[in-house]
């Protein structure tokens, strides 16, 4: 089976010792099912995958909305980087409904994992992955400090008149759909970086889902790509695909030197595209002025600079 993959910096709530409660309101995505036969939604309890055990609750709905009962569902922690998943296996429980708890996500070591769920209800099987990333034992007030050092300037940039070419093939003028009246949020990615591009693309999911239907109106994300010869629209589309992707997002690349000249306007340029840092730039529509942020950032982050970009 083919697993899109939606990755989440989030951590799945405990399972030792919990009730069988409704859970607290949590972090939550929605997503359809690889072929789309289901519809899946995944709430997670607090805001991070641990290690050690750790549990979520899944909705399962079909195709027309309706909610799935009595179907047999195998949930798989797997590590992609490593090739390899866990002894011990998740339990997954029926609640009625459509709702199922799974219990026993044991997660051994920190890195980039993915959450493998299979549905089969009759002759119907369809899933989807979720991954995510999970820090080392001892790292999370590492991490928060790192987080506190994040480096958020202001900035003037002039954006090349370079056309480029979307996940779909379309060419696209950067500097018009820069200047297309609505807040611009930029990232520098590759599609076959495992270690911070995932985290940076997630963010940007996480966002749009958090904007819901009106993501494509209040704020225009653009992912640049800092390899472009093997960054080829058929690739960068299939990885969208794996995220909450949709209008209001583009994936650009173009050439090796406009995609340089890309980079060097924005002070994004690397020689070696395995030393990238990450880095965003924000605009609000009609200003001359950039804020730059470099270092992981949250949704909740982006939502504060696409709120101010607002008010301006």
Known sequence: MKWAV??????????????ETSPAAGARLSRASDDGAYQLELTLKTAELQQGVNAAELSVRDSAGKPVEGAEITVTPWMPTMGHGVWEKPVVTERGGGSYRVDNVVIIMGGLWALKVEVRKGK?????????QVAEAGAKEKAEKAREGLQRQRANYSVPNVTLLNQDGKRVNLRSLVEGGKPVIIDFIFTTCTTICPVMTATFSNLRSELGPAAGERVQLISISIDPENDRP???KKYLSRFNSGPG???????REE??????????FVVDKMSHEPLFVARAPETEEWVRIKGLVRKSDLMKELERMEKK
Do not use: C, N, P
């Open 259 to 268: 995609i340089g000249r890309v980079l060097k306007a924005f002070d994004a």
């Open 249 to 255: 997002w583009e994936f650009l690349t173009g050439t």
């Open 234 to 236: 058929e690739r960068m």
């Open 6 to 19: 939606i990755v989440l910096t989030l951590i799945l709530g405990a399972a030792a010792g919990h009730a």
């Open 124 to 132: 119907l099987s369809d899933g989807a992955g979720f991954a995510y």
